[in-house]
């Protein structure tokens, strides 16, 4: 799949309650929108519910401001027996959509849980 015809898991304005002292989106929110879309991503692929267990790459390139809308792109880049590593790619529109910025990327890990929240086997052959 290019670049043109990715679609984002997920799309959200921050609000005036997202601003931090500097006047830019807190951390917490723009990695609670990964967490979110990595979650979706990695529950359809292991068709059954996940956990995050780690976030092994994280980095915030560009602030997010108010007003800019955020596309949340995200997949499986590798899968093991119980589980898997999701990249996550973030990217602000701004000035009415004229402008974009990568603005934070990141790899999560999440494991596939049974109905006990145990661990279980993710299907390889999906």
């Known amino acids: 799949m290019t670049d043109l015809e990715r679609v984002p898991i997920l799309r959200v304005m921050p609000g005036p309650t997202d601003i931090n002292a500097n006047g830019h989106i807190f951390g917490g929110w723009v990695l609670s929108q990964m967490d979110i879309a990595a979650g979706i991503v990695a529950s359809r692929r292991s068709r059954g519910?996940?956990?995050?267990?780690?976030?092994?790459?994280?980095?915030?390139?560009a602030p997010i401001h108010l007003r800019d809308l955020i596309s949340v792109y995200a997949h499986v880049e590798r899968v093991g027996r119980t589980s898997?590593?999701?990249?996550?790619?973030?990217?602000?529109?701004?000035?009415?959509?004229?402008?974009?910025?990568?603005?934070?990327?990141?790899l999560f890990t999440f494991v596939a849980l049974d109905a006990d929240n145990r661990p279980r086997p993710i299907d390889t052959q999906a």
């Open 49 to 61: 519910p996940v956990a995050t267990v780690a976030i092994e790459a994280m980095e915030f390139i």
């Open 84 to 106: 898997m590593g999701v990249r996550i790619e973030v990217i602000a529109q701004r000035d009415l959509g004229a402008t974009e910025v990568k603005v934070t990327e990141g």
